[in-house]
């Protein structure tokens, strides 16, 4: 059975578009049948990120990182982030010759810059180097591999991302009865770097309702007591809550994708957004949201879009082409079919592992 170890910074409790986009893969590489193992910060001891807390550093040696890569004895290492485990990850696969790849996620750069006074193209350079040195840097969209290239970054390859449609569907929902509508939502990590803000101070009618948890919830909870924050939901609770809307607002300018908005189309809820790297890229003109510089104009038009539209359009993305995609990337970087989309012929009954 041909295997596959992914090394992530971003981990479980954390509830993100990084996380849930690993664990589908995971999943659906299981089924497709292999074998696939993580190592994360549950496998060492770890600290909380300063002013993020919800984010683990762990706090290891490159030599215990190498023990984990040589016992888990994978036909592919992938590193997902640029944390202190990939940043030792990459470190041991470069002096080992062991091939891997990585993939960009989060836009670190504006991110930092949002919280601390760091130009972006010295971060931007760190990143360069490191994205630079595998065999593939996996992006998700056009947008941001265009935008990447034009920073010196090289070997990038295209990994998309899914949504299950049997969880996110539509349904009636009563979960938000008695807030006067139309209803605006938001749902994703609230914090400053999303630009949450954008949407709360926008002048709407009916109601705006925020989920999710981080490091702003409680300062922008003060701040907007009119807005409806229900903190983290996951599951049914967050499927339903995405139904009752009736428009996803999406203010940030700094996400590659965005899984939300896949998650909010699939619930049957159309989309506001800038139109920047993400939504530009799932939604340009596809007639399911309406992207504009003014978020109140977006948000109003979105209001006429159908629900039914939203629907068709998300069942186009799935989870098994995401895995598919990332597997033809992981065959290219070793140069060769090694036959990953083939290694068995019934899915096999096991689940992905943490090593």
């Avoid at 080992?96 to 670190?108: A, I, L």
């Avoid at 040195?133 to 998700?140: D, E, I, L, P, T």
């Avoid at 957004?273 to 799932?282: F, H, S």
Wanted: aromatic share 8%.
């Amino acid at each position: 059975m041909s295997s596959i170890l992914i090394v992530t910074d971003a981990w479980r409790p954390q509830i993100n578009g990084v996380v849930r986009s690993l664990e589908r893969l995971a999943e659906q590489l299981v089924e497709m049948g292999l074998r696939v193992e993580f190592l994360t910060p549950e496998n060492f001891r770890s600290v909380p990120m300063p002013s993020y807390p919800e984010i683990r550093l762990s706090l290891t040696l490159p030599s215990e990182v190498r023990r984990h890569i040589e016992e888990a004895d994978c036909d592919h290492l992938h590193i997902a982030t640029e944390g202190p485990l990939g940043l030792m990850a990459r470190s041991v696969a470069k002096r080992t010759g062991k091939v891997f790849t990585t993939s960009y996620h989060t836009r670190f750069p504006e991110y930092l810059n949002a919280r601390v006074p760091v130009p972006v193209d010295w971060t931007y350079a760190w990143l360069r180097r490191f994205h630079n040195s595998g065999r593939g840097c996996m992006v998700a969209t056009q947008t941001l591999e265009s935008d990447l290239k034009t920073r010196g970054f090289t070997n990038l390859v295209r990994w998309s991302r899914g949504v299950d449609h049997t969880v996110f569907r539509p349904l009636q929902s009563d979960v938000l009865e008695g807030v006067e509508g139309p209803i605006f939502m938001n749902v994703g990590r609230v914090a400053v770097e999303k630009n949450i803000e954008a949407f709360l101070k926008l002048d709407l009618p009916g109601s705006k309702v925020v989920v999710g948890g981080g490091p702003q919830l409680e300062e922008l909870r003060s701040a907007y007591p009119d807005v409806v924050f229900t903190g983290p939901k996951e599951g049914d609770d967050l499927v339903a809550l995405y139904s009752a809307a009736d428009v996803f607002v999406f203010p940030s300018l700094t996400d590659t994708f965005g899984n939300v908005l896949l998650e909010a189309l699939a619930c049957g809820t159309p989309v506001a957004a800038y139109p920047v790297m993400g939504p530009v890229d799932v939604i340009g003109d596809s007639g399911v949201g309406v992207l504009d510089k003014d978020l109140r104009t977006a948000c109003l038009a979105a209001l006429e879009i159908s629900s039914d539209a939203c629907r068709e359009y998300a069942l186009k993305y799935t989870w098994r082409a995401s895995a598919e995609q990332f597997l033809r990337n992981a065959e290219l970087a070793h140069e060769t079919s090694q036959g990953f989309l083939q290694a068995a012929a019934k899915p096999q009954q096991q689940v992905f592992t943490a090593h």
